[in-house]
């Protein structure tokens, strides 16, 4: 299909939230997932980063997210993906996002999530994740809902450029705070 322009912060499309889809096997339902995977690898190539894209970020408000995530050998279409379980336990972290690639931002997450989705043949789909992944498909599914990492920011100083994050930030690691037992539990 296409590489598509990835949307930047400032649209107005990326604080929409969005429509399920309907027809999994309807023609614009797999040009969008093609479409999202031909722009994440494109962007994966030219920046040497990248393991998740949803549909709003370029221009589509339906619920898919393509993931190509290679450390737990998860790639694919996820299709009205929604959390139905998560951690007591949550996580400081800088996150960074294809709409704003130049800027970091300092979120809480929770540690473990429970994902059901559907693949594109329209099959139910569950996704216990922890740890890295966990907080992908939370910043992806947010999209989903028009909600982006800047708005999740734990405090006004929680930002920085990539380039000065690289140099005083990054060294730091992350924060685990602990609430709770960690225990999944319903939202």
């Known amino acids: 299909m296409a590489v598509r322009e990835i949307l930047k ?6 604080f929409e939230k969005c429509d399920k889809i309907e027809d999994f096997n309807s ?15 494109n962007f994966k190539k030219e920046n040497g980063f990248g393991r998740g894209i949803a549909a709003p970020q370029i221009g ?4 898919i997210i393509y993931i190509d995530y290679q450390t737990e050998k998860i790639s694919g279409p996820l299709i009205n993906p929604q959390i139905v379980l998560q951690s007591q336990e949550k996580i400081q972290l800088w996150d960074d996002c294809f709409s704003f690639p130049d800027l970091m931002v300092k979120v809480e997450r929770v540690t473990e999530i429970r994902v059901e989705c559907f693949n594109s043949s329209g099959e139910r789909i569950f996704i216990d994740a922890m740890g890295d992944l966990s907080e992908l498909l939370q910043h992806e ?5 028009g909600i982006l990492s800047v708005q999740r920011a734990i405090s ?9 994050w690289a140099k005083w930030v990054r060294p730091a690691g992350r924060i685990i705070i602990k609430k709770g037992q960690g225990q999944i539990n319903s939202p």
Do not use: C, M
């Open 9 to 14: 912060l400032g649209n107005p499309i990326l």
């Open 27 to 41: 023609k614009k339902t797999n040009e969008t997932i093609q479409d999202l995977k031909d722009t994440l690898l």
């Open 60 to 63: 589509i408000l339906k619920r």
């Open 141 to 145: 599914i947010d999209h989903l809902d």
């Open 156 to 164: 006004p100083k929680a930002f920085a450029l990539r380039q000065e």
